[in-house]
C-alpha cells in the first residue's frame, strides 16, 4: 500500500466517539479517531516497511504516527531518526508506545536510552524512560547489566515528584518494570515505591490513575509474573 491508501483507510475506520476519547488523553486536533485494533490489518501486511512508516509518521497525524511505530523497522533506525521521532511524537501514545517501542527492539536501545533519560528535553526522557522500560520487559534483555538499572532506579526515585508531568509517569513504569524484570531487584523495587508513595500525574479529563508500585509489583507476584519475558515489545 501507499501513503494515500494508508491514510483512506486510516479516516476510513475513524469515529468521532473515539477521537473524542483520544482528544481528553491530550491527542492532537489532527486525528481521525481510529481504534488500534482496526490498525491491526495494515501492521500485518505492512510490518517492516520502514519507508512508508517513515511517510506516515511525516504526516503529523495522531494516527498515522501510532501506525507509523507498528510498522517500522527498529533495526533501520539510525539514532538521529530515532531522535526526531521523539521529538515529533504529537502525544503520549505516540511517544510512550509508538516510538518507544521501536526504541526497546533497537540494537543500541540501553545507550540510547540512557543519553535521552539524562537529557534536557522532556520528550526525549519520555522515550528514554519508556523505552527502556519495555527493553527490560523483552527476551533481548536477557543477561544486561543489573548495575546499570540500579543507577537509573535511585535516578527515578530521587528525581521523580520533581519531574515533568509525563517523565513522572514513565519513571513510575520503569521502576514497575525493573521489578517485573529481575527478581533480584523485586524487592529493592518495592521499596522503592514505600518511599516514593502515590505519583501525581494530571492525566487530563479521564479516569486512568497511576499505578502505585508495591501493590502493582505485588499483584504481579500473585500472577506468577516476575521473571517472565516477552518476546518482542511491540504489541
Not at 494515500?4 to 479517531?33: C, W
Not at 540501553?110 to 526525549?124: H, Q
Request: with cysteine; charged share 30%.
Amino acid at each position: 500500500m501507499d501513503l494515500q491508501e494508508v491514510m483512506d483507510y486510516l479516516e476510513s475506520k475513524g469515529s468521532e466517539q473515539t477521537r473524542k476519547i483520544y482528544s481528553r488523553h491530550g491527542a492532537p486536533a489532527n486525528l481521525f479517531g481510529v481504534k488500534v485494533g482496526d490498525m491491526k490489518p495494515i501492521e500485518k501486511q505492512e510490518k517492516n516497511n520502514h519507508s512508508l512508516a517513515q511517510e506516515l509518521y511525516a504526516t503529523e497525524n495522531g494516527d498515522a504516527q501510532y501506525l507509523a511505530g507498528l510498522i517500522a523497522n527498529p533495526a533501520e533506525f539510525s539514532k538521529e531518526e530515532l531522535e526526531q521521532w521523539a521529538k515529533d511524537a504529537t502525544w503520549y501514545m505516540v511517544s510512550e508506545y509508538a516510538v518507544a517501542w521501536n526504541l526497546a527492539e533497537h540494537p543500541n536501545c540501553p545507550e540510547i536510552a540512557r543519553e535521552w533519560i539524562f537529557s534536557d528535553d522532556p520528550k526525549l526522557q519520555v522515550v528514554g524512560w519508556a523505552g527502556y522500560a519495555a527493553f527490560l520487559g523483552i527476551k533481548k534483555s536477557e543477561g544486561h547489566d543489573i548495575a546499570a538499572v540500579k543507577e537509573l532506579l535511585d535516578k527515578a526515585e530521587k528525581e521523580i515528584h520533581d519531574a515533568e508531568n509525563r517523565v513522572r509517569y514513565t519513571m513510575n513504569g520503569f521502576i514497575i518494570a525493573a521489578a517485573g524484570a529481575y527478581p533480584e531487584l523485586t524487592a529493592h523495587c518495592k521499596e522503592i515505591g514505600d518511599r516514593v508513595g502515590q505519583v501525581k500525574v494530571d492525566l487530563g479529563g479521564t479516569a486512568c490513575k497511576v499505578p502505585i508500585i508495591r501493590p502493582y509489583v505485588e499483584n504481579m507476584e500473585k500472577r506468577n509474573r516476575i521473571g517472565k519475558k516477552k518476546a518482542k515489545a511491540k504489541c
